[in-house]
């Protein structure tokens, strides 16, 4: 029987191969630490008790670190975390940049 030339598929299929050596680059960065900082929310309910930590920046090896620093905190997001310092607190920590071990080399 003859192969038959199919363009369609090999399109997808380069594709498909081009995906995963994208794949490879996007996970193989290791995040050596990421930096956080703390935001209040400055308006008409101010918290009072946060205005010392305004501007506090934390460099963590770990985020989950947050969860030890504020007993009652909470992540909503990979990149936000609710530090509920006292009830009512609308403060919220964001990560501001990730650090990588060394230059991630494309193709690797
Ligand atoms: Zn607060």
């Given at each position: 029987m003859l192969r038959q030339h199919d363009p369609l598929r090999e399109s997808m299929e380069r594709a498909f191969m081009g995906f995963q050596a994208l794949r490879g680059v996007v996970v193989a960065p290791r995040v050596k630490c990421s930096v956080w900082r703390f935001n209040v929310v400055d308006d008409?309910?101010?918290?009072e008790d946060c205005e010392k930590y305004h501007g506090d920046v934390y460099e963590l090896d770990?985020?989950?670190d947050l969860l030890g620093m504020f007993e009652y905190g909470e992540f909503v997001d990979d990149d936000a975390f609710l530090p509920?310092?006292?009830?009512?607190c609308r403060c919220i920590i964001m990560k501001e940049e990730e650090v990588l071990f060394g230059e991630v080399s494309e193709g690797e």
């Open positions: 008409d309910g101010l918290c770990d985020p989950a509920n310092v006292h009830p009512n």
